[in-house]
């Protein structure tokens, strides 16, 4: 079992930046696959990024491609999302997840069994 705990979202604007945190406690952070998702209310949730248990192979969404980065630091029991260039589409409740079965990334949320609670990230224009 693991706890996630998101940090790090609020209020930007447009071309500006954002990073994200996800502490994770109960149990070593290198044993899980973890990713990025973000929900608008009443959508579905979005696929964001991804990263493998090492770090060593990421997934991103078309969206956020080059803008985007995913890391990881299971020294500090840690993953990250850097954002460049936010957009007021970027505007959502962000997501961290893992899992423990899986090694790779995924952009499937069903392969993920762990969620933290969000944290909001709002992009004005």
């Known amino acids: 079992q693991v706890q996630l705990v998101e940090s790090g979202g609020g209020l930007v604007q447009a071309g500006g930046s954002l990073r994200l945190s996800c502490a994770a406690s109960?149990?070593?952070?290198?044993?899980?696959?973890m990713g990025w998702f973000r929900q608008v209310p009443g959508k579905e949730r979005e696929f964001v990024a991804s990263?493998?248990?090492?770090?060593?192979?990421?997934d991103y969404a078309d969206s956020v491609k080059g803008r985007f980065t995913i890391s990881r630091d299971n020294a500090k029991n840690s993953l990250y999302l850097q954002m460049y260039s936010l957009k007021p589409e970027d505007t959502a409740v962000y997501y961290c997840?893992?899992?423990?079965?899986?090694?790779?990334?995924?952009?499937?949320?069903?392969?993920?069994?762990?969620w933290g609670q969000g944290t909001q990230v709002t992009v004005d224009s």
């Open positions: 990263i493998s248990r090492t770090g060593d192979r990421s």
């Open positions: 997840a893992g899992s423990d079965w899986l090694v790779g990334p995924s952009a499937a949320s069903i392969h993920y069994n762990y």
């Open positions: 109960g149990r070593t952070l290198s044993s899980y696959a």
